[in-house]
């Protein structure tokens, strides 16, 4: 910590502003040391009153090729350590997560997130939203359909019984999904809708359009996918093949998880 001002002592209050910053930071961790970058620099409003849970306001971090600021409360130990408010993050390019996430990455993103979160329980009741640019995965398939503009938005509140997704909204330029309903290793139940209106961003030589609804029901190791939609002038670049699917093509299938396959 550089500087700490505005200091304000009262019988049950303390307040100012911290500055801090580092610079030449290293990490053991080659993961960790690309993700933090060499240097960080922020500040922040603390406001610690007794029975209440601490403040800090107008929170601003900046590192090398990425920002985040919010404001944030910070409850007791003894209830998980909740961290509730908002932050906004910008990541200039998500190269820098790579080692972290273990697979390579790309593009921008602007990053919101609002709610609540206990890191030590698990606990968490949010809301985020993603804003990408021509993200990546990794995944050739996943990396065309999310070329150019799109957009994650994401509800969710995790509890002792397991995850339960409010909604899913996933949207690009080629790709539209809605998903909700419950994630545990017990016994899930998540549905949603899927329209993807060209085919040939997943695979060479495919075409048309296809949309579905879709369920995914049971516990983690005997998952079940059942599948209803249809396709247009659906394509898989075989000729004799895509002769007989011209028109309008009817999709039903249930597909069997076992052990997460």
């Known amino acids: 910590v550089d500087d700490l001002i505005a200091r304000v002592e009262a019988a049950s209050q303390t307040g100012g502003t911290v500055v801090f910053s580092a610079g030449g930071m290293s990490f053991d961790d080659p ?7 060499p240097f960080l ?5 603390f406001v610690a009153r007794e029975g209440e849970p601490l403040r800090l306001s107008r929170l601003s971090v900046i590192g090398q090729g990425y920002a985040a ?3 944030l ?3 007791p130990v003894v209830d998980g350590l909740p961290l509730a408010g908002i932050v906004e993050a910008d990541v200039r390019d998500l190269t820098r997560l790579s080692v972290l996430a273990g697979r ?4 921008a993103a602007g990053l919101s997130v609002e709610g609540t979160y206990a890191p030590l329980s698990g606990l968490a009741d949010l809301a985020a939203r993603i804003e990408g640019r021509d993200l990546r995965t990794g ?7 999310l070329a150019g503009g799109s957009t994650i938005a994401v509800s969710l509140r995790r509890d002792a019984a397991g995850t339960a997704g409010r909604s899913l909204d996933v949207s690009t330029q080629v790709l539209k999904a809605q998903a909700s309903g419950t994630i545990s290793g017990e016994a899930s139940d998540l549905g949603g809708s899927v329209t993807l209106s060209d085919l040939s961003v997943v695979r060479a030589g495919a075409g048309g359009d296809v949309a579905a609804e879709f369920r995914l029901t049971g516990p ?4 079940t996918l059942r599948l209803d939609g249809t396709a247009q002038s659906l394509a898989i670049g075989e000729p004799l093949i895509d002769r007989l ?15 997460g396959v």
């Open 41 to 45: 620099t922020g500040r922040t409003i």
């Open 245 to 259: 699917l011209r028109g309008q093509t009817k999709i039903a299938t249930t597909v069997s998880l076992a052990d």
């Open 69 to 71: 600021g919010g404001n």
């Open 31 to 37: 993961g960790l040391a690309a993700a933090a970058g």
């Open 220 to 223: 983690e190791r005997d998952l």
């Open 139 to 145: 995944i050739p398939e996943a990396d065309r359909a």
């Open 104 to 107: 390579p990455l790309g593009g």
């Open 73 to 75: 409360t910070v409850g």
